[in-house]
């Protein structure tokens, strides 16, 4: 399975965003990632159509997360950049070619299609049952402990904003 390089850092940017106390610059979470911000503003625009971001507007504006990072889903995010599509679609091939079997005997999907929904659905279902506040729990580990507050202290900075409530609070 191969998915965009803006998953990656829609949920990296998506981690950052629990430890913010104001709306967070698109160009700010480009500098922090040192990613490209043109590249990463069209992520933020997929994240934010898709209700897991909003943007505020204006000199103190940026993101922020829509609701409690608990209820923000990896598959939520992937979805939102990669679309709901499985990784797999069968073409139906067993009915082509001169053995094909007849479409009239294809009742069911085959062992192949099978096989791979099953696998699609673990696959959903796993990141189904891991949200971003999740992810950020595990930066510490990551990381090391000064991690967040080392990243909240980075986006309260001197560009970073003053702290003010969030719109899940």
Known sequence: MKLSGGVEWALHCCVVLTEATAPVPAAR??????????????????LSRAGLVGSV???AGGYVLTRAPELI????????LDGPRPAFVCT???????LATP????????????????????WRAALRGTSV?????????????TAP????????????????SLPYE
């Open 149 to 164: 507050a080392g990243v909240r202290a980075w986006l309260t900075g001197p560009d970073g904003g003053a702290p003010r």
């Open 133 to 145: 506040a999740d992810l950020a729990r595990n930066v510490e580990e990551d990381s090391g402990p």
């Open 73 to 80: 889903t990896v598959l939520d995010v992937v979805v939102a």
């Open 103 to 122: 479409r009239e005997d294809c009742t069911r999907p085959c062992a192949i299609a099978r096989a791979m929904a099953g696998a699609d659905a673990a």
């Open 57 to 59: 507007q204006g000199k």
């Open 29 to 46: 979470l480009a500098e922090l990632h040192d990613v490209s911000g043109t590249y990463l503003a069209k992520q933020l625009q997929a």
């Open 92 to 98: 139906e091939i067993r009915q082509r070619g001169p």
